[in-house]
């Protein structure tokens, strides 16, 4: 008798015993069996009770399963898998496709002890073996089974059925997918059975209009592999790769009567940043096949062929986009750049606030459009209200349709003093490129009431007085005295302080010292209530700020980031020294306030090819040289010196 046949009959024998209390006897036979035997029993009745309570917990799982593309004439596998025991299977209608056979059943189960923890699994699987007859798409409708006395239903199927090759329709394929053929290795291998496709969603866009790029391989070889593949740096656009599923697979597609097994190498969503027609450059991929080399190998398994993996590089042409500038009649002197189809909203945590206590006001713009490049609208807050820099918290999601989501902006506010105060409406304005117009949204205003003492509650409540407390000296042993041995400065005999020249400086210099600083904090005040004064006073050390980061990131050859410190430090600049909010600055009125402040027309020229080529290089990134990165350097300093002279010459 067989180890777990002993244990079997040894554990149906005594479990009755065993529960009347006699667990001496069955503890004896168990010892009687070898110590390894005792081991099989107990894991054994651990995976018995494992599995059940496993079986017990799980979730009804009933899923079905197929290929999307098949061929006519191909037959293909259609199952029906369920994760618990189950009966009274009622498959779908078929009668669309041929069955070949079925419904064939099949059970599986599996037992795992990991770190003393026993896991199961079970599966119920049913099969069809179905074969296209006609072209077309055809659903097939769920089935049903019977779990535990309860009816479930599966998922349906949608398979699309595609026409065989041209001419040869009426032959059944020669592989499961009836795509892949064999050449021999020494053939030639033909251009139309394996290429690459870029295929672009959009030859005419507007700026900033999301438009995707697809590299599609097809192939009518059985490719084993893909390597060195050379994707275009699309300058002039602004890139964002598509995610693709880690467990895709080859489909059919029909293409001129041929079939192709085809998969996505890639895909790209582009924005672009100019007008005109900006080119995108092919891509270069190589593949590798394998072929049969009709060379049959020597020995006792002589009737197998031999295989043979070529390598094949593939290439796409270059394709033109023809851009279009936005319009500029009625433009929205709220309008910054969004495009797409776009919602605005706002909310505020709160109406009515003590003093010091905060306020969350928030911004939400949603939708699908060029969401990563918005601006935040401009909002108009009380002068008397302390405003936080604003936390954006973005929730995109990438595809071949566009960026979607959302995009939050919220501003943390505390109102200083007690009154009414109002928030006016924000403006936000995009444009349409589905409708070819410029829409704005303007959210609710707010009434906002502050209450609390204007008197003590105007200062912040964590600002606090700390006082010293001081204790009297005491004299201890005042008949003893220490020697004083330094230098004692004493007077002579009739001799006064007072009416001395120590006397009338010891009032005269800090008299003289308090009017100086009196003067210079009044000066100090003056200059700061002048909000414009003290931008322009330090726009040249914020720039000089902004170049020694973008100097640092030139060394570490971070392109990225040094072209965006560059373009903050010019863009800010600017601001500061014209005395221009940053939301009214652009390249029209720059050169229009550069005019009239009398800067030379080539001073102002290079200026705004500086700009052009800095915005240029940031939003299109590609492999710039470092001497091209040291170049944008030096030009931008220059522009910097050359802009201060300018400015300070004519003030």
């Not at 002993?6 to 005594?14: A, G, P, S, V």
């Amino acid at each position: 008798m067989r180890t777990s046949e002993l244990i079997q009959t040894i554990i149906k024998t005594k479990y009755n015993t065993y529960i009347s209390g006699s667990c001496v006897r069955l503890s004896r036979e168990i010892t009687s069996i070898s110590s390894c035997t005792k081991y099989y029993a107990v894991i054994l009745l651990l995976l018995f009770y494992g599995s059940s309570i496993a079986n017990a917990n799980n979730d009804v799982q009933f899923r079905a399963s197929a290929l999307e593309n098949v061929v006519v004439g191909q037959q293909f596998r259609v199952t029906y898998t369920v994760n618990q025991e189950a009966k009274d299977f009622r498959g779908p209608d078929l009668s669309d496709f041929s069955v070949v056979m079925g419904p064939s059943s099949s059970r599986s189960s599996s037992y795992q002890i990991i770190n003393g923890n026993a896991t199961s699994s079970f599966s119920l699987t049913y099969a069809y073996v179905l074969m296209a007859n006609a072209t077309g798409e055809f659903t097939i409708q769920p089935a049903h089974i019977t779990v535990n006395g309860q009816r479930y239903a599966s998922n349906s199927l949608r398979i699309k059925v595609v026409a065989g090759n041209a001419g040869n329709a009426n032959s059944a394929p020669s592989s499961s997918s009836g795509v892949v053929t064999q050449p021999n290795s020494n053939q030639s291998i033909s251009d139309n059975q394996i290429f690459i496709k870029q295929q672009i969603s959009k030859k005419k866009v507007y700026e900033q209009e999301a438009l995707s790029v697809i590299y599609k391989l097809y192939t009518r070889y059985d490719v084993r592999d893909v390597s060195n593949a050379k994707f275009p740096d699309f300058k002039g656009f602004f890139s964002q790769e598509i995610e693709l599923p880690k467990d895709r697979q080859f489909t059919v597609e029909n293409v001129n009567g041929v079939n192709y097994n085809t998969i996505v190498l890639k895909q790209y969503l582009l924005y672009p940043q100019r007008s005109g027609n900006i080119t995108i450059e092919g891509a270069v991929v190589d593949v590798i096949m394998r072929l049969s080399n009709n060379v049959r190998s020597r020995g006792i398994f002589d009737f197998f062929d031999t295989f043979q993996e070529v390598k094949k590089t593939l290439k796409t042409s270059s394709e033109t986009i023809s851009v279009k500038s936005l319009p500029t009649t009625s433009k929205p002197s709220s309008f910054q750049g969004a495009v797409g189809d776009l919602s605005f909203t706002s909310s505020l945590s709160k109406s009515a606030v003590k003093v010091n206590e905060a306020i969350s006001f928030k911004l939400l713009i949603s939708g699908n459009g060029n969401l990563r490049l918005l601006q935040s609208p401009n909002v108009k807050f009380p002068v008397d209200w302390e405003v936080y820099e604003p936390k954006i918290n973005d929730k995109f999601k990438v595809s071949s349709n566009g960026t979607s989501g959302t995009k939050e902006i919220e501003y943390v506010i505390i109102p200083r003093y007690v009154g009414e105060f109002d928030l006016p409406a924000v403006e936000f304005s995009y444009f349409d490129p589905t409708r070819n117009q410029y829409n704005t949204i303007k959210t609710a205003a707010y009434n906002v009431s502050v209450e609390g003492s204007s008197t003590n509650e105007t200062t912040s409540p964590s600002t606090t007085l700390s006082l010293s407390v001081q204790e009297n000296v005491k004299i201890i042993s005042d008949d003893i005295r220490f020697i004083d041995t330094q230098d004692t400065f004493v007077f002579p005999h009739k001799q006064y302080v007072f009416g001395s020249t120590l006397f009338w400086l010891a009032y005269i210099i800090p008299t003289f010292l308090f009017v100086l600083i009196i003067v210079l904090l009044h000066k100090q005040l003056k200059e700061n209530a002048d909000s414009s004064l003290m931008k322009i006073k330090r726009a040249n050390k914020v720039a000089k700020k902004r170049f020694l980061l973008a100097h640092n990131f030139l060394k570490q050859k971070n392109e990225k980031s040094f072209y965006d410190e560059i373009m903050k430090a010019l863009w800010g600049y600017l601001s500061d020294k014209l005395a221009i909010a940053n939301s009214d600055l652009f390249k029209d009125n720059l050169v229009s306030e550069l005019q009239a402040r009398g800067v030379a027309s080539t001073c102002i020229d290079e200026t705004i090819a500086v700009l052009n080529d800095c915005e240029f290089a940031r939003f299109s990134p590609s492999s710039s040289s470092e001497l091209a990165m040291e170049t944008m350097y030096q030009r931008a300093c220059n522009i910097i010196t050359s802009l201060e002279s300018e400015l300070k010459h004519k003030e």
